[in-house]
């Protein structure tokens, strides 16, 4: 069992940057490939970026990549993903995911985060 908490997020102006942070507990943290998802009401939840166990792979969502940055330190068991040049679509729920494989396809993650709100005022 993993349990994950999200922060870091918050209301910020476009252009601006914010930094989410996931922690984990429970099981070995560096045994998991993690991702970002974020959802907006009524719409599926989408895919942002993912990490791999190691951290060395990384792979990200055509409208994140470039301003958006995945990482993860296995000493302190959390991930986090750096946002940087935010837009007002960039407007979501975030939530980090634990799972055996990093992939696009959230219904392959295993565990889940409660959700970090970031609003992108414009």
């Known amino acids: 069992q993993v349990q994950l908490v999200e922060s870091g997020g918050g209301l910020v102006q476009a252009g601006g940057s914010l930094r989410l942070s996931c922690a984990a507990s429970?099981?070995?943290?560096?045994?998991?490939?993690m991702g970002w998802f974020r959802q907006v009401p009524g719409k599926e939840r989408d895919f942002v970026a993912d990490?791999?166990?190691?951290?060395?792979?990384?792979y990200y969502a055509d409208s994140t990549k470039g301003r958006f940055t995945i990482s993860r330190d296995n000493a302190k068991n959390t991930v986090y993903l750096q946002m940087n040049s935010l837009k007002p679509e960039d407007t979501a729920v975030y939530y980090c995911?634990?799972?055996?494989?990093?992939?696009?396809?959230?219904?392959?993650?295993?565990?889940w985060g409660q959700g970090t709100q970031v609003t992108v005022s414009s």
């Open positions: 429970g099981r070995t943290f560096s045994s998991y490939a």
């Open positions: 995911a634990a799972g055996e494989v990093p992939t696009m396809r959230h219904s392959e993650y295993d565990y």
């Open positions: 990490i791999s166990r190691s951290g060395r792979n990384t």
